[in-house]
T-cell receptor
């Protein structure tokens, strides 16, 4: 089945710097890649997603890139702010296309 | 509209007791998922319902865990003879349909087994 690896597990940046989180997946048939943000004690919430027919998608300070050949995708957060501090999860559809497999999560800490 | 809701929000039980956790998906969503999240850990898939199809139970950790979905809407996750290692947050999510669709999560049920 699908395997999703996420790195780094923790990331600490200074406010205003950029943060990059990377994920790799195993199933070349995967076609949907969402990113979720989970604040402490809260539910995971979708922040951005990308489908396999595009290579990049941007929404204000957040962008996601997808390299289908290499089977990896990345989350980029620019001009980080303390409220960006949270755990971020990447995910990819499984080979049957009926479920998401999640990465292990990245704890992002933005220091003011 | 209303999002995914779960009840109870917190549950404290004694080892050996049975518990039932409830999930109300977003109206019209045909796919429903249960996950378990231990403190500081990732999302562990438990079970998946899609429409009237047989559920995918491949993630259930033991036969003490079961789930059902009545009328294609509300779902109940049951844990029998709870153990301390069952303590975790149980998250439910729903999507318009399975596969490449956004999953919307509920607030979770925090289960503590003493």
């Amino acid at each position: 089945g699908e395997n999703v690896e996420q790195h780094p597990s923790t990331l600490s940046v200074q406010e205003g710097d950029s943060a990059v989180i990377k994920c790799t997946y195993s199933d070349s048939a995967s076609n949907y890649f969402p990113w979720y943000k989970q604040e402490l004690g809260k539910r995971p919430q979708l922040i951005i997603d990308i489908r396999s027919n595009v290579g990049e998608k941007k929404d204000q300070r957040i962008a996601v890139t997808l390299n289908k050949t290499a089977k990896h995708f990345s989350l980029h957060i620019t001009e980080t702010q303390p409220e960006d501090s949270a755990v971020y999860f990447c995910a990819a559809t499984n080979n049957a296309g009926n479920m998401l497999t999640f990465g292990g999560g990245t704890r992002l800490m933005v220091k003011p | 509209g209303a999002g995914v809701s779960q009840s109870p929000s917190n549950k404290v039980t004694e080892k050996g007791k049975d518990v039932e956790l409830r999930c109300d998906p977003i109206s019209g969503h045909t796919a429903l998922y249960w996950y378990r999240q231990s403190l500081g850990q990732g999302l562990e898939f438990l079970i998946y319902f899609q429409g009237n199809s047989a559920p995918d139970k491949s993630g259930l950790p033991s036969d003490r865990f079961s789930a059902e979905r009545t009328g294609g809407s509300v779902s109940t996750l049951t844990i029998q003879r709870t153990q301390q290692e069952d303590s975790a947050v149980y998250l439910c999510a729903s999507s318009w349909k399975g596969g490449g669709e956004t999953q919307y999560f509920g607030p979770g049920t925090r289960l503590l087994v003493l």
